[in-house]
């Protein structure tokens, strides 16, 4: 079965300093990584993917992701975080052999202060 | 506008009686899934579509069912709801397996 663990519940990041929300997994076979955030009371949205190819990854907002195979991570990443940012964020997973069955880490409230 | 839309946004209703949350999507997508979202253990795979007549089980599909009649739509049906299915619900849908979901604004169901 594919797993993917977010460790922290919260990241408190001063405005202007660099962010990293954690995420690592667990698939059989080659992974496909995603990560989504949330504003209250909407949907989740997408902000960028890893299927293959290099393993940094740039998506929305000027965040950006690196794959790491031997650690099995993919952490979220920004370099100058900004209030705005504050929201809750999903990582995940679908391993090549699992079907259509996409699988969610339990969240990071990401808490950005001026 | 792309979008996916779910209604009721909000649904406060009793034990065992039956209850059906629409989704609608305006960009002709193949596949189609609910999730539920509950605190610490983020969202969970209820069941999914691949195409018309096509369902299949995810994470989670006990006391649901679903059907998948027309391309667009994707209704999730609770036939005798629980208190154990009080959560917030998310309808998505995407192009291809490995593409990006488009997500609905959630409804939020409490089961007395």
């Known amino acids: 079965a594919q797993s993917v663990a977010q460790p922290e519940d919260q990241v408190n990041v001063a405005e202007g300093n660099p962010l990293t929300v954690k995420c690592t997994y667990s698939v059989s076979g080659n992974p496909y990584l995603f990560w989504y955030v949330q504003y209250p009371n909407r949907g989740l949205q997408f902000l960028l993917k890893y299927i293959t190819g290099d393993n940094l990854v740039k998506g929305s907002y000027g965040f950006e992701a690196e794959f790491n195979k031997s650690q099995t991570s993919f952490h979220l990443k920004k370099p100058s975080a900004l209030v705005s940012d504050s929201a809750l964020y999903f990582c995940?997973?679908?391993?090549?052999?699992?079907?259509?069955?996409?699988?969610f880490g339990g969240g990071t409230r990401l808490m950005v202060k001026p | 506008e792309a979008q996916v839309t779910q209604n009721p946004r909000y649904l406060i209703t009793v034990t065992g009686k039956k209850l059906t949350v629409t989704c609608s999507q305006n960009?002709?997508?193949?596949?189609m899934s609910w999730y539920r979202q509950d605190p610490g253990l983020g969202l969970r795979q209820i069941y999914y579509s691949m195409n018309v007549e096509v369902t299949d089980k995810g994470d989670v599909p006990e006391g649901y069912k679903v059907s998948r009649k027309e391309k667009r739509n994707f209704p999730l049906i609770l036939e005798s709801p629980s208190p154990n299915q009080t959560s917030l619900y998310f309808c998505?849908?995407?192009?291809?397996?490995?593409?990006?979901?488009?997500f609905g604004d959630g409804t939020r169901l409490s089961i007395l």
């Open positions: 998505a849908s995407r192009t291809g397996r490995n593409q990006p979901q488009h």
């Open positions: 960009m002709n997508h193949e596949y």
């Open positions: 995940a997973v679908r391993g090549d052999n699992a079907g259509n069955m996409l699988t």
